[in-house]
């Protein structure tokens, strides 16, 4: 990739890198052509001016008058072999809040400025150090919650994702080149490829781009939690379930029924994925407009459940669980899994019986899961995990299979899908080669701006504006 360097200014900028607060080290990371001579003019030991590159240092951080402010180890980059690919020297100094804001007086007295948010990042991918999709990915690593979410930015981070959109590129500009070479010799009637052998090569891009434009909804709920409606009638013990599987008390649990008016969510992390549980409202008919409300909340997030936990009680009547299925049944989705718990067993002896009497009179999807037991019972909760786990282990992405998260990269992957598919429809009509070039220049149109190599001054704005500032 070439350097964009009209994207960045010669500035020396410099950023606390670490969490603001006090801890136990800070570092200030400090990046430009002036980068290590000012920091050298801060510092007292051993001449960073001629330390080679990545080489740390211990010395002694000095105001104009010698005054000693902190001892500091001093890390110096040279670029081009620094995440910036400019000169960078990252201070560690101790994590006083006064010495952070001290030596951060110095550096800007000495006429360096204060970096913006993820300007580092965005110096980086000016001067060819990562690509686009690699600099987005390292905010979804800072941001990630689970193990799931880490390995997916972990992936895009180390390039495998920009791998597969070179790989896109190439055989695209190919299959572009062989169409507009065609055209200078439209005369002599040369057919450089077929187009049987051309549109199979478009059809298989297609299936590719497609299937990675697909894999966003997926990527979605590894990134902001695995949605989980649990849903039944009131006073099941949904509150209850999921205060146990919180591990605090989130919802006011009554046995007065219709307590819970309104969705209450929040998320906690099971296994290695990040799980977002909404308690609803008990579904029943009422006159309440509140709690009426309420209800059709519920009903709106079992339809958007990667899974819905159906709570069914078990000292209740077989007529209520029944009117209870049949309410939320027709909203649950085909690609959605079903746990049915069947609830209070601690308190009915014959709940067992109960559940096969219910799986007899109801029809269940194939793979629901059926649990007899306790919202309280931390036995039970825990099968319950573990089976939430294993079904989002088996719905995620397996190892090495690339998963969109970002939806800047849904949308050009949908743009890209569509012009290689005009450009297959073009090639399949007979279409003249200089207007499916047209398509397919269109493509990786589409393509380039998701790495970068195509893009703009006030795209880069929006991206870089949202990570945090000393990235």
Known sequence: MEPYTQMINNDTICAISTPHGCGGIAVIRVSGPRAIETAAKLWQGKSLKQSVSH?????????????????????????????????????????????????????????????????????????????????????????????????????????????????????????????ELELDFSEEDVEFASREKLISLAEEIHRYVTHLADSFSRGRVIKEGIPVTIAGETNAGKSTLLNSLLGEDKAIVSDIRGTTRDSIEDTVEIGSHLFRFIDTAGLRDTSDPIESIGISRAIDNIAKASIVIWMVDSTSTLSAAEESWARISPKIQSHARLIAFINKADINRDASAFMQTLAQAITLPSDTILLTGSAQSEADITA?????????????????????????????????????????????????????????????????????????PDLLTHIFSHFCVGK
């Open 55 to 179: 080489t740390a240092h211990l010395g002694t951080i000095v105001d104009r008058d010698g005054n000693a402010i902190d001892e500091a180890v001093a890390t110096i980059f040279r670029g081009p072999r620094s995440f910036t690919g400019e000169d960078v020297v990252e201070l560690s100094v101790h994590g006083s809040i006064y010495i952070q804001k001290r030596v951060l007086e110095l550096l800007l007295d000495h006429g360096v400025r204060l970096a913006e948010a993820g300007e580092f990042t965005r110096r980086a991918f000016a001067n060819g150090r990562m690509d686009l999709i690699q600099a987005e990915s390292i905010a979804d690593i800072i941001a990630s919650r689970n193990e799931a979410s880490h390995r997916v930015a972990m992936s895009q981070m180390r390039g495998a994702f920009s791998s597969r959109i070179q790989d896109l590129h190439d055989r695209l500009l190919e299959m572009a080149s062989l169409l």
């Open 384 to 456: 319950l995990q573990q089976h939430l786990s294993d079904i989002a282990t088996a719905t995620t992405a397996p190892d090495g299979e690339i998963t969109i998260t970002n939806i800047r990269h849904h949308q050009a992957l949908k743009a890209a899908a569509q012009s290689i598919s005009q450009a297959i429809q073009g090639l399949r009509t007979n279409l003249p080669g200089d207007l499916v070039a047209q398509d397919i220049r269109e493509t990786l149109h589409h393509l380039s701006t998701l790495t970068g190599s195509i893009t703009t």
